[in-house]
């Protein structure tokens, strides 16, 4: 026993010097491959000691069954429609089997490793290691790689698994995911406002005295959308939230600002609300002079106060996820990034209840994220909407792609559109942005140079067809309808079957907003999602007063039922890529989605009870 040891000792010495593998009940063989992305180039070999969280996606056990009870709960059609699933009867649906469980600690065993934590349901498993150690379990080696903007990650292109693994592992990261979770976000404080010299203030005189088109304001939002007057009745029991990550944080002395100037009776409500951080988030605190030398926080800030303003008096969560690393960084030092959506979203499958509806308004070209990688958290994303939440995430601020970047990450670098992930992800609701307001039209600002002498860019809403996510039976004949019509137009540049985003869309184009004790204006889906997060919210009140369930993941609903009370945009394209994109045409375009909320006609279809 003693001789077995210490063979055993002397192999593992062995093989740790050469960075292979410890010998597996099977042999190591390539699991995943992920081309870097542009803008990215390896700097040198990654330093062994640097310690990172990886987190192991282990095989679900019966996924199909839990998508099935989603659509079920969601499709009003359906007899269960609204009767959404507890925290436990979730967990037992996509809990791992104890046969893959026993596999994956046997392999983790057998390399020394024992796991740091675990998710809810025990379908990922989270290990804190070094570079070195990660490399011989995972048969790879890691390198330093630099963005352009000077970003530095560590990452390895290709990973392996012994191969009696490969059906019970989806993915591990961070290996080979270059995700950069963005702010949806144009126009700062200091920016100056590009006016439109096409554009007609509107013939309705109430709309046109409330409704500045250089900087829109919550009583332009509450007569656009008929939200004004009505008067929640389920603060108690009807939650809303919004998620920062990049070190932001909402800084309630600017929310006070914001709303004694354009919503007095809800100040208070910039006090109250709960600030909750994660994986060492940012706290509840001022901006400190660094934050502000930096510009931290403007999305944060335009979140609550575009949430507040509209849906005030149910209460408000902020979600900062941070991930902070264990060492101090420096320059050319790695960053440990956390991939952010994975960390929030295990976060919240943990606890017993969250808000009916959460806003999200960051993302990344769908291409930087290996597939198997979303296609894991957007099964998370699942699991939120199965407990009756809707998740809405902003749909980018470059039409089809930005200029210059619409290249693709498969080696053959082809022209292509560039979709955007999460809002690819056919469990969420990806939320496009309007501008102007008799009629709305798609939100674009062309680039331009203003009278600072600065050069601003081109903005455009986001949208598009999904790469990786088929198309989603929701939206089957819309979609399909749609890019028939196209007739052959931009074939060969976006997946003609894929999953096609925004499915709404709102104002997006100068919300008037305070940072650092000052007002300004702030553009992009970042501001639209969630203003239209708050609308949905107060539909949720008016079912929730009445005794009925929230809307839940909203997606089926709206393409069966709720597009009846959203006005269809007809005018704008997502401009990007150097052509002018998918037009917004009647019915359902990928720029515009469905269209912008009419908040009497979405309570009527949802039936609930208006309180004015």
């Not at 005295?209 to 603060?235: D, I, M, R, W």
Request: hydrophobic share 35%.
């Amino acid at each position: 026993m003693v001789g077995f040891v210490v063979a055993f000792s002397a192999l593992f010495a062995a093989q740790a010097a050469f960075a292979t593998p410890v010998r597996s009940r099977t042999p190591y063989r390539v699991k995943d491959v992920h081309h870097v992305p542009r803008g990215w180039k390896r700097v040198r070999r990654a330093p062994a000691d640097h310690v990172i969280d990886l987190q192991i996606g282990v095989k679900q056990s019966n996924f199909a069954e839990l998508e099935k009870n989603l659509y079920q709960v969601s499709d009003p059609d359906h007899d269960r429609y609204g009767k959404h699933l507890s925290a436990d009867e979730v967990k037992e649906l996509v809990k791992p089997t104890d046969e893959t469980l026993d596999l994956v600690h046997e392999w983790l065993g057998a390399n020394g490793i024992t796991p740091s934590g675990y998710s809810s349901a025990k379908d990922w498993i989270m290990v804190t290691l070094p570079l070195g150690d990660i490399e011989r379990l995972l048969d790879t080696e890691y390198h330093v790689y630099e963005h352009k903007d000077g970003g530095v990650v560590a990452r390895a292109p290709k990973w392996s698994l012994p191969l009696h693994l490969h059906e019970r592992i989806d993915t591990i990261q961070p290996t080979n995911s270059f995700f950069r979770a963005r702010a949806q976000k144009f126009d700062h404080v200091d920016a100056p406002v590009y006016l439109d010299p096409q554009y007609t203030p509107p013939s309705n005189e109430t709309l046109n005295a409330v409704c500045n088109v250089s900087s829109v304001t919550p009583e332009c939002f509450q007569t656009l959308y008929s939200t004004k007057g009505y008067k929640t009745h389920a603060c108690g029991k009807n939650k809303i939230g919004f998620n920062n990550y990049l070190g932001e944080h909402p800084i309630r002395t600017d929310a006070e600002l914001f709303l004694a100037k354009y919503r007095p009776e809800a100040v208070s409500s910039a006090k109250d609300f709960p600030q909750i951080t994660i994986a060492d988030g940012p706290g509840d605190y001022a901006l400190t002079p660094e934050e502000i030398e930096s510009g931290i926080s403007m999305e944060a800030n335009l979140d609550v106060q575009a949430i507040s303003g509209i849906s005030w008096k149910t209460p408000i969560t902020s979600y900062s996820t941070g991930g902070s690393p264990p060492f101090i960084p420096s320059a050319g030092t790695p960053d440990n990034n956390n991939e952010p959506y994975l960390v929030w979203v295990n976060w919240l499958l943990d606890q017993e209840s969250f808000p009916q509806v959460i806003t999200t308004s960051y993302a990344d070209d769908e291409q930087t994220v290996p597939e198997s990688y979303a296609r894991r958290v957007c099964q998370q994303f699942a699991q939120v909407g199965a407990r009756g939440t809707s998740l809405l995430f902003s749909s980018g601020d470059s039409g089809v792609g930005s200029y210059g970047e619409c290249i693709s990450n498969d080696g053959k670098n082809t022209t292509k559109f560039l979709p955007e992930f999460p809002p690819t992800c056919p469990y969420v609701t990806a939320v496009g942005a309007t501008k102007n307001f008799e009629p709305e039209v798609v939100a674009y600002r062309p680039a331009f140079v203003g009278s600072d002498g600065v050069s601003y860019g081109n903005y455009t809403s986001g949208g598009g067809f999904s790469n990786y996510f088929a198309r989603p039976a929701y939206q089957l004949e819309q979609a399909s309808k749609y890019v028939e019509n196209l007739n052959g137009l931009y074939d060969g540049l976006y997946n003609k079957t894929g999953r096609g985003y925004p499915d709404i869309s709102a104002q997006g184009l100068y919300f008037a907003y305070f940072w650092n004790g000052t007002e300004g204006v702030i553009s992009g889906t970042s501001a639209s999602c969630p203003l239209t997060g708050g609308i949905i919210s107060l539909v949720n009140d008016a079912l929730i007063s009445t005794g009925k369930p929230a809307l839940g993941f909203l997606n089926p609903w709206l393409y069966s039922k709720g597009y009846k009370g959203l006005t269809d945009i007809v005018n704008g394209s997502a401009v990007g890529c150097g052509v002018d994109g998918f037009p917004a045409v009647e019915g359902w375009d990928p720029v515009s989605g469905l269209g912008t909320p009419i908040f009497p006609e979405l309570v009527a279809l949802a039936g609930g009870k208006l309180f004015y």
